[in-house]
């Protein structure tokens, strides 16, 4: 229809396009038939971590060093540890390639909804062992069917209580988690957090050893419900005031053994090259103090101070803050 709501085409030229259709001669293709699509429900939930996965990245980062600093305490080992990063999968796809045999421990997260899956590389295991002992960290090859000696479940539960440990501290900003171990084993057949379907969240800490086509690692794998019903919580961190003196005492104490050099600048002298080139041993330069010296910390200005004696020695005191001039 045109503006003017008359037709575009007369019913003449309508009648004539028909008897073309019907008699063949129109023989050009239609648009819009025979395209490949694809079914979509609007109805739909769209997977995705969305705002969660800066909150999940945290936590791994915060794991990641409450964790190497308590294998190199506890353990005497400090390994080569890159920090994860959330992945978000199919659990049938993920589960099907774990190594086996691996250290599969299922846990409890409360307030978390559901179970979450600590998953330890069997070389990881064996490169802790023969660094206790004195040896060098290196891969070791075993069948499937292999179970764990005692020395290595030792090692199992030592690595357990301290990622068990540093996962509390890692999510301490957001919630204050429960951590239990629920069921162990070594075959990943066995750990069903969640159906085939369902959708997990993989957090990755890769091990680099010595023997670089061994990919060790450690797995912590929440699933996708459990923290979507956190998303909330996640989207936001949550400082608790506990929190904020610890970390406040930790950087008070840090900052406190920092190493800096203070010079005091009582004066200066404008002198040509060719009067320092004329100078002689002995030879007295004198000039007029400034009423104040200026302190400085590491080359940068900081205070004015009086030069004085304090008992047999040159001291100053502090008058003003430099930056207070510009307030």
Partial sequence: MSENNEPLLSSEELSAIEKMVEGGEFDQEAYNLNLDAQPYSVSRNEENLGASYGAL???????????????????????????????????????RDVASPSSINVLELAPLKGEALVIIHPQVIFSCLDNWYGGQARSLSVADERGFTANENAIIDKLCELMFQSTKEAWSPYVEVEVDLVNRDINPLFANIAGDDESVVVNRFSVRLRDEDTEAYIDIVYTYQSLNLQRDLLSSRIQTQDADKKWLSRLHATISEVDFSLLVNGGSIDLTVGQLLNLSVGEVLSFDPPEVAEVSVNDFPLYHASVGEAGSKIAVQVLENVFEEDV
């Fill in 57 to 95: 990245t945290q936590i791994n980062e915060r794991f990641h060093r409450f964790f190497r600093t308590r294998m190199l305490t506890e353990l005497d080992y400090n390994p080569r540890l890159s920090v994860a990063s959330p992945q978000l999968m199919k659990y049938s796809e993920y589960i």
